[in-house]
Nanobody, 123 residues
Framework: QVQLVESGGGSVQPGGSLRLSCASS????????MAWFRQAPGKEREGVAR???????VYADSVKGRFTISQDNAKNTLYLQMNSLKPEDTAMYYC?????????????????WGQGTQVTVSS
């Protein structure tokens, strides 16, 4: 059983930055595909970015060029650097582990989820 714990959320003004962290109880190096999702009130859960066990990254069009997914294998931690934040980025952000080496940005690919961290972008 993999446990994921997110942190780093908060309130920021438009144009600001935040870095989300996701600490995993498992060894993540070259092992499984991981991703960040978000869900705003009244909306479906949306895949934001994913990184495969081989280091291949994919981003949703809505965040491309602004968000960067990365991982620190020594710390078993996944990150999401978010720059140029917009009000429409406001959501609960979740870390997810697919339990296999490849995944897409579809939530159904993922077996393990964190509890989420809230990001609010407003002036």
């Amino acid at each position: 059983q993999v446990q994921l714990v997110e942190s780093g959320g908060g309130s920021v003004q438009p144009g600001g930055s935040l870095r989300l962290s996701c600490a995993s109880s498992a060894i993540i190096a070259g092992r499984y595909c991981m991703a960040w999702f978000r869900q705003a009130p009244g909306k479906e859960r949306e895949g934001v970015a994913r990184i495969t066990a081989y280091g291949t990254r994919v981003y949703a069009d809505s965040v491309k060029g602004r968000f960067t997914i990365s991982q620190d294998n020594a710390k078993n931690t996944l990150y999401l650097q978010m720059n140029s934040l917009k009000p429409e980025d406001t959501a609960m952000y979740y870390c997810a582990d697919a339990g296999k080496t490849y995944c897409t940005l579809w939530w159904g690919d993922f077996d393990y989820w964190g509890q989420g961290t809230q990001v609010t972008v407003s002036s």
